[in-house]
């Protein structure tokens, strides 16, 4: 059973060019969660997603960032227009419908120049 | 021997001894906590977690110890091995998804 799967695994992006962050959750998990993880620094929550439903945005930046869980697909993270201030680990953690138990990726590491 | 350390942001420990990790949290209503150990490069990985009502749990090599009184949680880690090198977080779980982790405590083995 793979875990749950991200890539890119590292993401070069310029200031104001756009950022797509995928997250593919474990089999049989509908819950996928974004978080964001700054250098030596925690995880913090960013998004809350199920199956073409956004349950809790609270942790998102107001503009430029947002994410979908469509029906067929991975979850997407997209940061439009970024800047260097969003360099930073992303992380996806997925789990099961029957519980909130959060399995976590392996993270996209984006470094905006 | 043990090194303890209170809620410093990293741990040196010599291979063999005890570990203790140290974490305070915030929010009294809290009812779920849990340890992660981040590798270099990794997501994080679940250790061991712990609900509110208890005091104490163990797994394989590790406790975890939970005083409600000062908001304190800690990690212990026996017999501390090389493969143990890793960020540690706590976490709580506030409601029943989001969960708010602390700044980490980076361990260092000593061979």
């Known amino acids: 059973n793979a875990g749950v799967m991200q890539n890119p695994r590292h993401l070069v992006r310029r200031r104001g060019q756009e950022a797509r962050l995928r997250c593919s959750p474990m089999?049989?998990?509908?819950?996928v969660y974004w978080y964001r993880q700054l250098p030596e620094e925690g995880l913090k929550f960013m998004v809350y997603?199920?199956?073409?439903?956004?349950?809790?945005e609270s942790g998102m930046p107001k503009e430029r960032f947002s994410a979908e869980f469509p029906k067929e697909g991975p979850s997407i993270l997209r940061i439009q227009q970024v800047v260097r201030g969003d360099s930073a680990a992303y992380f996806c953690?997925?789990?099961?419908?029957?519980?909130?138990?959060?399995?976590f990726g392996p993270g996209t590491r984006l470094t905006v120049t | 021997g043990e090194s303890v350390g209170l809620h410093l942001p990293t741990l040196s420990v010599q291979e063999g001894d005890n570990s203790i990790i140290n974490c305070a949290y915030s929010?009294?209503?809290?009812?779920?906590f849990i340890w992660y150990k981040q590798e270099s490069g990794k997501g994080p990985q679940f250790i061991i977690d712990?609900?509110?009502?208890?005091d104490k749990r163990q797994g394989q090599r590790v406790t975890v110890l939970l005083n409600k009184t000062v908001k304190h949680l800690s990690l212990q880690i026996a017999a501390t091995q090389p493969g143990d090198s890793a960020v540690y977080f706590c976490?709580?779980?506030?409601?029943?998804?989001?969960?708010?982790f602390g700044a980490g405590t980076t361990v260092t083995v000593r061979a």
């Open positions: 997603l199920q199956k073409e439903n956004i349950i809790d």
């Open positions: 089999k049989g998990h509908s819950h």
């Open positions: 929010n009294s209503a809290s009812d779920y």
């Open positions: 976490a709580e779980k506030k409601g029943s998804y989001k969960l708010s």
């Open positions: 953690a997925s789990s099961p419908p029957s519980n909130y138990e959060q399995y």
């Open positions: 712990i609900r509110s009502n208890m």
